[in-house]
């Protein structure tokens, strides 16, 4: 059976809506689109699905929050931009959801720390997203049990500390983003033990130290963000074994050396980025084999960019239409 989708966007119909989620022959709510809502008549099964964003109006949404204690077999529950009063209360409420799978409360406004429990009430959750909240304490031990979790969203929040190497359970993990936090720390070498990891983001936070050469273990991964951290040394030769990396983000951070010639045998990078380092000397001739390469920042470094080497290598990017930045 194809779920319906609720349409709706006029506010003066969220009351119709709220009134509907007491029905039992639906199965999926959204409050984003406006065309086929009267199709949830002719659905019939148990409710699975709510999604409701940017809904207005206090009473509205206390009528919503109020409907979801009575919804327990949700698979997907998303309100994104529907501020709850009571974070806590939120999370209680989503606890009892034992057969959630995904679940998003990102822009709620959501305080306080991170639910411990989290882990053991919802073992079936896949997606998690509690982004652009104002969210603090330390990052929960316990979500090491989270086996089946695939997309794990945190960033925009006050989380601080170290990543726990518990997390290294996290075995079905394909994306972690933890970008404009205040986590510390090493970048820990456990994310190597990740093996469907395909993007890793841990921009904007407080990381330091040098890379950890497990990194080059991370065969699938698509996308690694480390720009403003505090991370220093050489750029690690162990990134040259990620050859699925299309973007590398490494800019304002403490990086040292030459920009290392193993990039170049990144084919399938279409952005680079490692502005506002430390690095010097030529730059490397392999940066022309990146056939893929839209996006090249070198800015705010040490390179002799009047070398004959540097030369020959920035004529040959711009020729292609990357986008270079010195």
């Known amino acids: 059976m194809t779920p319906a989708t609720f349409s709706l966007l006029p506010a003066e119909c969220h009351d119709q809506i709220l009134s509907f989620l007491r029905y039992k022959d639906l199965v999926r709510v959204s409050m984003t689109n406006v065309d086929a809502w009267l199709a949830y008549f002719r659905v019939q099964g148990r409710l699975e ?126 994306l972690l983003s933890l970008s404009y936090n205040q986590l510390s720390g090493p970048v820990p070498s456990f994310f190597s033990s990740l093996p469907a990891l395909e993007a890793l983001m841990l921009g904007g ?36 074994s990620c050859l699925a990396l299309q973007i590398l983000l490494l800019s304002h951070n403490r990086f040292t050396g030459p920009l290392p010639p193993f990039l170049g045998g990144l084919r399938q990078l279409e952005e680079l980025s490692v502005s506002a380092n430390k690095l010097e000397g030529e730059l490397p001739y392999d940066l022309k084999k990146l056939e893929h390469l839209h996006v090249l920042d070198l800015a705010d470094n040490r390179f002799a960019a009047d070398a004959p080497r540097s030369r020959n290598v920035l004529e040959a990017m711009r020729l292609r239409d990357c986008q270079v930045y010195m």
């Open 49 to 174: 699905s709510i999604r409701v964003e940017n809904m207005a109006g206090k009473r509205k949404r206390r009528a919503l929050f109020s409907q979801l204690r009575a919804t327990t077999g949700l698979k997907t529950l998303s309100l994104v931009n529907v501020p709850h009063p009571c974070t806590g209360v939120l999370f209680q409420q989503v606890s009892c959801m034992h057969g959630l799978q995904e679940l998003d409360l990102s822009s709620n406004g959501l305080k306080g720390p991170l639910p411990r429990w989290l882990s053991k009430h919802l073992p079936l959750l896949r997606r998690l997203s509690l982004s652009n909240n104002q969210l603090s304490g330390s990052l929960p031990v316990e979500w090491g049990a989270f086996s089946r979790l695939e997309d794990l969203k945190l960033s925009f929040n006050r989380l601080e500390g170290n990543v726990p190497e518990t997390w290294a359970g996290m075995r079905s993990l394909r």
């Open 205 to 240: 936070n407080k990381f330091n130290g040098s890379l950890p050469a497990s990194l080059g273990a991370l065969s699938h991964i698509h996308a690694l963000y480390l720009f403003q951290n505090e991370l220093e040394g050489p750029i690690p030769e162990a990134l040259g």
